[in-house]
C-alpha cells in the first residue's frame, strides 16, 4: 500500500465545501479552543491511560473532548492496515485528517497513537494551523514499559509472535521538540494530568476555572 499525500487528494472535480458555522462560533459556544493533543510514545508509556483520564476531566469541567485511541481507530477506520512502515504511516495520515475536523469543530481531540516516525508526527503538525497541534511526549523507558506490558504484547513480541514491534524490531523516534514532556515514571497519573491541565490553561486553549 502506497501512502497517499498528506495535502493532494486523488479524486477529482471537488471542492471544500465551507460550512455555515464558523470555528470561532463553535468555539465561543463551548467556551474553549478546539485543539488536537497528541500523545505519542511506546506501547505501555501511559499514552490511552493519561488521554483517557484528561477526557474524563475535560468532560466534568463541561469542555467538549474525544480521545481517538489507537487501537479503537484500527478496529474500523483503519482496520484495513497492518504495520508495516508504510502502512504506519498511512493510520497516522487518515487519524490526522480526523483530528483536523475535531479540531475545525473547537474540540479538544486527545490522540493516544504511538506513532513512531516523526516525520508522521510533523505531517500531522502541518495540517493544522499554528497553535492547533500539541505533541505530547509519554515517555517512559523501553525496561519501564516492559515491565508494566498491560496488553501482553512485549511477551509475544519476544516470543517472535508479533513482528515489527516498536521498541524491539522496529524503531521508535522520540520529538524533538514535544509542546510536553510527561515521564511516567517520575510522576504519578494524578502529576501527569495536572500538567497538561496547566499547560492548556496557561496558553489559552481552556479557562483557568470551570465553566
Not at 9 to 30: C, D, L
Not at 66 to 91: A, Q, V
Amino acid at each position: 500500500m502506497v501512502a497517499r499525500s498528506m495535502t493532494q487528494p486523488r479524486s477529482t472535480n471537488i471542492r471544500w465545501e465551507q460550512g455555515a458555522v464558523t470555528r470561532a462560533e463553535r468555539e465561543a459556544r463551548r467556551g474553549h479552543r478546539g485543539a488536537t493533543l497528541w500523545f505519542t510514545g511506546l506501547s505501555g508509556s501511559g499514552k490511552s491511560t493519561v488521554a483517557h483520564e484528561l477526557d474524563k476531566r475535560l468532560t466534568a469541567r463541561g469542555f467538549a473532548s474525544y480521545t481517538l485511541d489507537g487501537d479503537n481507530i484500527r478496529h474500523g477506520l483503519n482496520g484495513d492496515l497492518g504495520f508495516s512502515p508504510t502502512e504506519r504511516t498511512e493510520n497516522i495520515r487518515r487519524t490526522g485528517e480526523v483530528a483536523r475536523l475535531f479540531t475545525d469543530a473547537g474540540v479538544l481531540v486527545l490522540c493516544a497513537f504511538i506513532s513512531p516516525y516523526r516525520a508522521d508526527r510533523d505531517g500531522v503538525r502541518a495540517l493544522l494551523a499554528p497553535g492547533d497541534f500539541v505533541e505530547v511526549h509519554v515517555k517512559a523507558s523501553l525496561a519501564a514499559c516492559e515491565a508494566r506490558d498491560p496488553k501482553g504484547l512485549y511477551r509475544k513480541a519476544r516470543a517472535g509472535e508479533i513482528r515489527d514491534f516498536t521498541g524491539l524490531d522496529a524503531p521508535y523516534e522520540d520529538p524533538l521538540y514535544p509542546e510536553l514532556v510527561l515521564d511516567t515514571e517520575a510522576q504519578s497519573l494524578e502529576e501527569s494530568i495536572e500538567e497538561v491541565l496547566g499547560f492548556l490553561q496557561e496558553n489559552g486553549y481552556i479557562p483557568t476555572s470551570p465553566s
